[in-house]
């Protein structure tokens, strides 16, 4: 049973529109959600994160938002560059648990 | 060093050989992580580690894989007995304290089960 869903493999923009990556959660007992950012022949590198109590958070180009009814967030990139491509994985926890649950991934690719 | 190192970076064996992957984390990072990615799949958890402690085995799939850290530092990961469904990437990573914003990786194993 995947508790984290990333429905879409792939995802391509042109450079300078936003990007949107969805994904989508299962277990209502996550309350602490991240974005990972991966280059490939490296591991993810962590790039924002939000927690229930909230409903945005924003990191420069980066905001995050998360719609709890619904059990989505989405990572919101704008504007998009060319070295953003790179493939993001969304994750989740319970509380301050030091296990992660990851979805599969979503490539984005920025085009010049 | 600067980073999480992990060796090798790539590793083929034969089914019913051991193996050993090698995770060198952050230095002074107490806790440290294995995870491991599956062709089309997520990162899934396998272990942590406080210290040379693991509170926390129950993402390990099988009495195959088992993993022991050494002086609060370096960690190895041992499969026994490798099947083919053990190919996928193995990922390691540390951190300071409990925080996932300080969580670092590496650029992890890529073992391939033949």
């Known amino acids: 049973d995947q508790q984290v869903k990333q429905n879409s493999p792939s995802l391509s923009v042109q450079e300078g529109r936003i990007s949107i990556l969805n994904c989508d959660y299962t277990?209502?007992?996550?309350?602490?959600f991240l974005w990972y950012k991966k280059y490939p022949a490296e591991g993810p590198t962590f790039l924002i994160s939000i927690s229930s109590i909230k409903d945005k958070n924003e990191d420069g180009r980066f905001t995050v938002f998360l719609n709890k009814s619904a059990k989505h967030l989405s990572l919101h990139i704008v504007p998009s560059q060319p070295g953003d491509s790179a493939v993001y994985f969304c994750?989740?926890?319970?509380?301050?648990?030091?296990?992660?649950?990851f979805g599969k991934g979503t490539l984005l690719t920025v085009n010049p | 060093g600067a980073g999480v190192s992990q060796s090798p970076s790539n590793k083929v064996t034969e089914k019913g050989k051991d193996v050993e992957l090698r995770c060198d984390p952050i230095s002074g990072h107490t806790a440290l992580y294995w995870y491991r990615q599956s062709l089309g799949q997520g990162l899934e958890f396998l272990i942590y580690f406080q210290g040379n402690s693991a509170p926390d085995k129950s993402g390990l799939p099988s009495d195959r894989f088992s993993a022991e850290r050494t002086g609060g530092s370096v960690s190895t990961l041992t499969i026994q007995r490798t099947q083919q469904e053990d190919s996928a990437v193995y990922l390691c990573?540390?951190?300071?304290?409990?925080?996932?914003?300080?969580?670092?990786f590496g650029s992890g194993t890529q073992l391939s089960v033949l």
């Open positions: 990573a540390s951190s300071s304290d409990r925080g996932f914003e300080k969580l670092f």
């Open positions: 994750a989740a926890s319970v509380g301050s648990n030091y296990k992660l649950t």
């Open positions: 277990n209502s007992m996550f309350d602490y």
